[in-house]
């Protein structure tokens, strides 16, 4: 039975990375090593799993079939046997965690740290990730995203309160162009994109007063796929941007930024950590959401 299951990780990760050479890396072995291995399982089975080409690796028929049945019971294997590694003296295992920048820095990290102090044996990767990303599919044991997205049938713990974004433009910017009033204004304005790899466009920028709501596309010099880099444009004048306020704030109260359009800013639901709920069976990662849950000042 071992020797019918040789192979099926490797193949997974394959499907799920579509490369070679980033699962090799992700696995810690050589490539050629790993080429081998799936051409075993191929040749076990009887069937070809992966098509590949000088540039891309997909799955076949046969091959996305197994990674739809196979790699969810294999994820649920894993994370029970971390569950009973968990088991002893002291809290273990390694928990796969995706998000975006400005989350994992303003958000994460500052309870994160003090965490993985506390346990030495609990080890946390993150990727930064601004698709809309599967993460049962991908292979994560969770994610992070405002609370409006994540899928209902993910458990969401809160991470913060609710969260809003702000309009924001250095002071020399707005010495040459004056603010916007309304956000039908904003297609007079430099302004700086941010472009969202899941659908391939820059994202339009959401505004709400009065109960109308509007979704403005905006224009200008420059379009990042990060938003630490817009805020830098930003700080550096090349126009206006749509960040977090929790961004925005230091700046604005050394005065680096200015606001527009605060009384358009809606609050929205707060970030939140998501994951399916096979991993309620394992006592570290409850340790983990506990230790990154959203806890509101008392007063």
């Excluded at 306020?245 to 009384?263: F, K, N």
Aim: glycine share 8%.
């Amino acid at each position: 039975m071992a020797d019918e299951l040789d192979g099926l990780t490797e193949f997974l990760t394959v499907a799920r990375e579509r490369s070679f050479t980033r699962a090799a890396a992700k696995l810690g072995i050589a490539q050629p090593t790993l080429s081998q291995t799936i051409r075993a399982l191929e040749d076990r089975l009887g069937v070809r799993l992966l098509i590949r080409t000088t540039r891309s690796v997909s799955p076949t028929e046969a091959g996305e079939r197994l990674l739809q049945t196979a790699g969810p019971r294999l994820d649920d294997i894993r994370a029970e046997l971390e569950a009973m590694r968990e088991l002893r003296d002291k809290p273990a295992g390694t928990f796969r965690i995706s998000a975006i920048d400005f989350t994992v820095d303003y958000i994460i990290w500052p309870k994160l740290a003090p965490f993985l102090e506390r346990y030495p044996d609990i080890k946390v990767e993150i990727t930064i990730d601004y698709a809309m990303t599967d993460i049962a599919a991908a292979g994560y044991d969770a994610g992070v995203r405002l609370g409006g997205v994540v899928a209902k049938d993910m458990i969401a713990v809160p991470l913060t309160g609710d969260s809003r974004f702000a309009v924001v433009g250095s002071p020399a910017y707005f010495a040459r162009y004056p603010a916007p009033v309304v956000p039908q204004d904003l297609t007079g304005h430099r302004c700086i994109n941010l472009r969202l790899p899941t659908y391939g466009n820059t994202y339009a920028w959401e505004f709400e007063k009065d109960g109308q709501e509007l979704r403005v596309r905006v224009d200008g010099q420059l379009v990042f796929n990060g938003i630490f880099q817009v805020l830098n444009a930003a700080l550096d004048g090349f126009g206006l941007a749509f960040i977090p306020e929790t961004m925005a704030t230091p700046h604005l109260e050394t005065g680096r930024l200015r606001r527009a359009l605060d009384d358009w800013c809606p609050y929205w639901e707060g970030y939140h950590l998501y994951y399916p709920t096979r991993r309620q069976s394992s006592p570290a990662f409850a340790l983990l959401v506990e230790a990154l849950r959203y806890r509101a000042p008392t007063v």
